[in-house]
């Protein structure tokens, strides 16, 4: 059942996490949006499954305790985000380089805003294990 909460759309046909398992067998998630792109990344890998949705789920209740903001892609032209939490920990990044720094901006502004939303109306809308 998909649901609408501060004009994003979580649920069934809306956002999605998804994790996803290496070659190592280890999880990592992924958050797309509704079109299927990619919104965000988890930094961290976790042996099993549910170690990995419990460290999503821990990332949504913390939206308001994140930290980081937008910086220069290393590794590409343009700009990238990363959410860190009160230790300094990064524990979220953008999945692609921004051209342009407003709209990175406006990309990470969107995800703490989402994490807040999944974190308020308790839906955490999985995705199928890739």
């Known amino acids: 059942m998909a649901r609408e909460a501060g004009g994003i759309v979580v649920g069934s046909s809306g956002t ?3 994790i996803d398992i290496d070659e190592d067998g280890w999880y990592a998630w992924r ?8 919104i965000a990344l988890g930094v961290g890998t976790y042996r099993e499954d549910t170690q990995c ?8 209740s913390d939206a308001g305790k ?22 300094g920990r990064t524990r979220a ?5 921004y051209e342009r720094h407003s709209t ?5 502004d969107r995800f703490r805003m ?9 839906i955490i809308p999985w995705g199928d294990t890739a």
């Open 31 to 38: 958050l797309t949006a509704n079109n299927g792109r990619v």
């Open 104 to 108: 990175c901006q406006a990309a990470y």
């Open 16 to 18: 999605r996490c998804h």
């Open 66 to 87: 994140l930290v980081g903001g937008v910086q220069h892609a290393a590794e590409a032209n343009g700009w990238v985000w990363r959410a860190r939490d009160a230790g």
């Open 53 to 60: 949705r419990a460290a999503f789920e821990a990332l949504c």
């Open 114 to 122: 989402l994490l807040g939303v999944l974190a308020e109306t308790g």
């Open 93 to 97: 990044v953008s999945a692609r380089a």
